[in-house]
């Protein structure tokens, strides 16, 4: 550190630097530039302009005179001549001229402008040029040593007032503040449970898929302790110098452990906490920002109140040691809501927007199986926009039940063509879908099909929703739900003998679901309770990986075909059974473009005569 010259002499030695700029500018240049502006002549030419009485301005110099002149396009020019003993000068010049001016400096710039020209714009300039530098090279210091004032976190504090969030605006996910609460609780009363000698859990790590209100909790856990709050995101701490996040690392608890109690929170930690493998050329920033990271938790001392809050979707990729209790003692799982909670966090986000009194949200979570927090804050968001391009001042049910279908499935595309006949075979296929769905115990109640079509690429579709929530899925259920998929294309080939490309969605789906059923939950007859593909993501899309010998997985191939093969035939066996409803529905689909399932089971069941 010693040869690095301290930011003040450095600036001493500028100023000196300044200076002297300063002085060579006035001293050379300006009056180059003057020279240029006054032009020399001879001193005839002088004598010919004072005959015609054209000078106006003359200043007397040791050696040169300077004359101002006027010319006939109104243009003013000063020359410059040299000086001859001439004494009767001063009284021709008077004679030519009454008004001449005899001046001390001729040169047109007031002393203002000369002065804001000579000194005070270099001095401008030369500061601005200096802090520019100094930015660059505090950039590039801070590279080398992370010691003097570079690498500061730049974590936000919160307090209170700031995330304005609390417990109640977080619905849903009990376990998960009650975890919580327990921590702010602690940071309230440290005594109580000094008493009995229990030590404030270190770290609690949030986990679970994005959207579920991870970010949420961590602000109202902010918003209820009243402490101060630090929030920084994983993403913070990399930076493109080696040993700046760990400089970073450092700064946060040091200013974590100033203000204790307080709760750090550090959203994202993936992006730092990945495992750290012997890979060569791995990512130096990111291991030493993690050891920092993993220093620092065992550094500070429980009792004092510094709480560790991380949120991540990834908690497989974090490494192990991050994990170990002393560290994050404590995971919370934040995990997709269920039909209660979906409708608490509708009824949440509700009580910003302006309702019609009777709203069944009950129905819209029951139609929202697998939604995210995030999304039914969307949900709730696109109803209250679909009200005001309604022109009304108040968002009803309907809005609400298109905005899920907005969320799931896009717009509806109001000037798709699609011929009749097209028109026909799509509402054939999802009446393909339903019947196969009603015509099986193990199957959700159908609850809306059309043959509108969306922005997503949907051509229409048939929408089931469970009475209740459901946890586990039977064998049965899964190959009722197998058979719905392959229903639309079984009325296809049943009714028009061929068949359409209209089927890729539920071809994919159903392939998924097979496979999953062949290799992960146990349910085929030859691979008994083995499982041949582990998931590794699990909050992220799922993505599952083989886990067998490649002999194991052809056979897997043929285990799925068959399982889908036979749910086809089970399709195709109940639309033939029921052909007469087929038609009839399909026509009547075909008129309405969207029906309910209550319309649907009147006619399935006789209960109703159709239009026709
Ligand atoms: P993540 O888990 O990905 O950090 P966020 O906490 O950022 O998700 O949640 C995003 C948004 O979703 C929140 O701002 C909130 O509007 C909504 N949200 C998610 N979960 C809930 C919940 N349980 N209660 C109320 N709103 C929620
Ligand atoms: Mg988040
Ligand atoms: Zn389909």
């Known amino acids: 550190m010693n040869e690095q010259k301290s930011p003040k002499k450095t600036l001493l030695y500028y100023v000196i630097l300044c200076a002297v700029l300063i002085l060579a500018f006035n001293a050379f240049i300006i009056p180059s530039i003057n020279r240029h ?134 619905a849903g996910q009990d376990e998960a503040k009650e975890a919580l609460e327990e921590i702010v609780d602690f940071l309230h009363n440290p005594d109580k449970y000094a008493e009995i000698g229990a030590n404030l859990p270190k770290g609690a790590l949030l986990v679970g898929p994005p959207g579920t209100g991870k970010t949420l909790l961590a602000q109202a856990v902010a918003g209820e302790a009243s402490v101060p709050f630090f929030s920084i995101s994983g993403s913070e701490f990399v930076e493109m110098f080696v040993g700046m ?52 938790m065992d550094g500070f001392d429980g009792k004092k109140g510094v709480v560790i809050l991380a949120a991540t979707n990834r908690p497989e990729s974090l490494d192990p040691a991050l994990l170990r209790p002393g560290r994050f003692d404590r995971r919370i799982p934040v ?13 949440v986000h509700s009580e910003k927007i302006k309702t019609d009194g009777n709203i069944d949200y009950n129905a ?56 009749q006949h097209e028109k026909e075979i799509i509402a054939y296929h999802e009446i393909g879908h339903a019947l196969v769905a009603a015509k099986q115990k193990n199957s959700a109640p159908v609850h809306k099909i059309t043959i509108v079509p969306r922005t997503s690429g949907a051509l229409g579709y048939t929408m089931q929703v469970d009475e209740g929530e459901k946890v586990l899925m039977s064998r049965e259920e899964a190959m009722a739900r197998l058979a719905t998929l392959t229903g639309g294309r079984s009325a296809e080939e049943l009714v028009f003998n061929t068949c359409t490309s209209g089927a890729s969605n539920d071809i994919e789906q159903a392939t998924k679901l097979a496979r999953a059923m062949v290799t992960r939950y146990g349910m085929s ?39 889908v093969k036979s749910a086809h035939e089970k399709a195709v066996s109940i639309l033939s059974e029921n052909i007469g409803k087929l038609h009839e529905l399909s026509s009547y689909l075909l008129e309405k473009e969207t029906i309910t399932g209550e319309e649907f089971m009147n006619i399935l069941n006789g209960t109703a005569v159709t239009a026709k």
């Open 525 to 563: 007859k030859n691979f008994d309770m083995t499982a041949l593909e582990t998931v590794s993501n699990q909050y992220l899309g799922g993505d599952s990986t083989l886990a067998c010998s490649s002999d194991t997985a052809a056979k897997v191939d043929e285990e799925v075909v068959s399982l």
């Open 364 to 419: 819209v979570a029951r139609s929202t199986a697998g939604a995210s927090g995030a999304e039914l804050a969307n949900i709730i968001n696109e109803a209250a926009l679909r009200a005001v391009r309604n022109k009304r001042d108040k968002v009803i049910q309907s809005d609400l039940e298109e905005s899920v279908e907005v969320v799931i499935a896009g717009y509806q595309r109001k000037n798709a063509v699609i011929s």
């Open 245 to 296: 996040g760990a400089a970073k690392v450092r700064d946060l608890f040091k200013q974590a452990n100033e203000k204790a109690p307080c709760i750090v929170f550090i959203d994202e930690i993936d992006t730092i906490g990945k495992k750290r493998d012997g890979n060569l050329g791995g990512n130096d920033e990111r291991e030493q920002t993690l050891n920092q990271l993993l220093t620092e």
């Open 37 to 170: 502006r006054i032009k020399e002549t001879n001193y005839s030419f002088f004598l010919d302009q004072i005959e015609d009485g054209a000078v106006e301005q003359v200043q007397i110099k040791d050696d040169t005179i300077l004359f101002k002149i006027t010319d006939e396009n109104g243009i003013s020019r000063i020359y410059s001549t040299g000086k001859m003993d001439d004494p009767d000068l001063v009284s021709r010049l008077h004679d030519s001229n009454k008004d001449i001016e005899f001046t001390q400096s001729i040169e047109e710039s007031s002393p203002i402008t000369s002065l804001l020209i000579s000194w005070v714009l270099p001095t401008v300039f030369l500061i601005v040029l200096w802090n520019l530098l100094m930015r660059g090279m505090s950039k590039r210091m801070s590279g080398m040593t992370n010691s003097m004032s570079f690498g500061k976190s730049n974590a936000k504090i919160y307090v209170k007032a700031q995330t304005g969030k609390t417990f109640a605006d977080v």
């Open 335 to 347: 995990e997709l809501p269920d039909l209660p909670g979906r409708e608490a966090i509708l009824r």
